[in-house]
């Protein structure tokens, strides 16, 4: 079975453009969360879905935007980026809307220039 | 937010036994006790998670005394390969909060 998948694997963007990364859950998964990772950190929660709908919302401006499909996939959606939206971005899921064991992806490498 | 604490660094030498200690003073009732491993540039990978007493699988065991305001993940036998950064999350209030993370160096 394929675990979770995310793409693509590095971005590199400029300030003030936009970005959407992409993830597909662990098939029979309802649950997506996303997290950024800055060098040096653990993971910070940024958005977790269910059932395509939004159920936990970490500390992060407006900029940042999800949203789930029918077929549990995901996008997470970043505006006017700025120098300090680099990070690694890290797609989870798991079976249900319970986050405590979570499967994550490899994850996308943002690079904003 | 239910926040953890870990040491930032431990070192080991391969075949010795490690011992990672997270304090969680405000874990609350519901919440479990999940451990994660992290290798550079790739997604935390799932190792053991537990409520209370003692959890052990094939790759670790986990210790959570009776107050839950603390948990010890415990590798056996460490190789180089565990040469990782390993994270106690606890859920707290549906927004799962990651410290800083223990970062694991095995010497030969």
């Known amino acids: ?113 | 937010l239910a926040k953890t604490t870990q040491p930032i660094s431990m070192d080991s030498y391969e075949g010795q036994e490690v011992n990672i200690t997270c304090s969680h003073n405000n874990i609350a009732t519901n919440d479990y006790i999940t451990w994660y491993q992290q290798f550079p540039s790739q997604g935390p990978r799932f190792i053991i998670q537990g409520y209370k007493t003692k959890v052990t699988n094939e790759v670790a065991s986990l210790f959570i005394p009776a107050d839950r305001k603390s948990s010890t993940l415990s590798l056996p036998r460490v190789s180089l390969s565990d040469t990782a950064v390993y994270y106690c999350l606890v859920k707290g209030s549906y927004i799962p909060t990651f410290g800083r993370g223990t970062s694991l160096i095995v010497h030969p």
């Open chain 1, 1 to 113: 079975d394929a675990g979770v998948t995310q793409s693509p694997t590095h971005l590199i963007k400029t300030r003030g453009q936009h970005v959407t990364l992409r993830c597909s859950p662990i098939s029979g998964h309802k649950s997506v969360s996303w997290y950024q990772q800055v060098l040096g950190q653990g993971p910070q929660f940024i958005f977790q879905y269910y059932e395509k709908e939004e159920r936990g919302r970490g500390n992060f401006p407006d900029r940042f935007s999800a949203r789930q499909f029918p077929n549990y996939s995901s996008e997470l959606n970043v505006n006017a980026l700025l120098l300090g939206d680099s990070a690694l971005y890290l797609c989870a899921s798991n079976t249900g809307y319970d986050t405590d064991t979570q499967y994550f992806g490899p994850g996308t490498r943002l690079t904003v220039l």
